[in-house]
T-cell receptor, first 112, second 113 residues
Framework: QKEVEQNSGPLSVPEGAIASLNCTYS??????FFWYRQYSGKSPELIMS????GDKEDGRFTAQLNKASQYVSLLIRDSQPSDSATYLC????????????FGTGTKLQVIP | NAGVTQTPKFQVLKTGQSMTLQCAQD?????MYWYRQDPGMGLRLIYY???????DKGEVPNGYNVSRLNKREFSLRLESAAPSQTSVYFC????????????FGPGTRLTVT
């Protein structure tokens, strides 16, 4: 079992719709969770971080964390073509050296 | 405030050649990391430095060495490049506190022929 699992996609949504990206993780005592956006040929850009159960909203983005079920999700409201990118889920484990494990990413395509 | 910078942006090496990738951050972060990213493999940690003066191996350290030159700079050296080291290399930094959010540099695209 991979430590952090994401559906590779592509996930296609029409412009203006809600995009829902999901991620599951295996380490029950993981402590922090992150979503990064990566445009083709560019570096990962941190867009959301969350550490407690529930929802965290920032503009059009909402991160949702459910530690009991070991999943974290990212909702993008009013999706725009500029949101088309690969979204990486990352999890900080309980290891003493701040280890962060990244998923392989979900490619999102927003269709105009 | 440039964040995390990396040099060079692109490099082509022949098998057996050596090179050093440079990384610097101006966010006064304690921790720095080197990752490689390959298609279908995601980001894999090569080496990290939790604080100035310390370095440790990550998931895929073979064939690499690192130096934490000072708080700002963390370099990655390939002593004898191999085609399997063809990849995109990212440096990242983190305050080393709180949520341990990592911020990435622009990357170096390395091809070994």
């Amino acid at each position: 079992q991979k430590e952090v699992e994401q559906n590779s996609g592509p996930l296609s949504v029409p412009e203006g719709a809600i995009a829902s990206l999901n991620c599951t993780y295996s380490d029950r005592v993981s402590q922090s969770f992150f979503w990064y956006r990566q445009y083709s040929g560019k570096s990962p850009e941190l867009i959301m971080s969350i550490y407690s159960n529930g929802d965290k909203e920032d503009g059009r983005f909402t991160a949702q964390l459910n530690k009991a079920s070991q999943y974290v999700s990212l909702l993008i409201r009013d999706s725009q073509p500029s949101d088309s990118a690969t979204y990486l889920c990352a999890v900080r484990n309980s290891g003493g050296y701040q280890k962060v494990t990244f998923g392989t990413g979900t490619k999102l395509q927003v269709i105009p | 405030n440039a964040g995390v910078t990396q040099t060079p942006k692109f490099q082509v090496l022949k098998t057996g050649q050596s090179m050093t990738l440079q990384c610097a951050q101006d966010m006064n972060h304690n921790s720095m990391y080197w990752y490689r990213q390959d298609p279908g493999m995601g980001l894999r940690l090569i080496y990290y430095s939790a604080s100035e003066g310390t370095t440790d191996k990550g998931e895929v350290p073979n064939g690499y060495n690192v130096s934490r030159l000072n708080k700002r700079e963390f370099s990655l050296r390939l002593e004898s490049a191999a085609p399997s080291q063809t990849s995109v290399y990212f440096c990242a930094s983190s305050s080393g506190q709180g949520l341990y959010e990592q911020y990435f540099g622009p990357g170096t695209r390395l091809t070994v022929t």
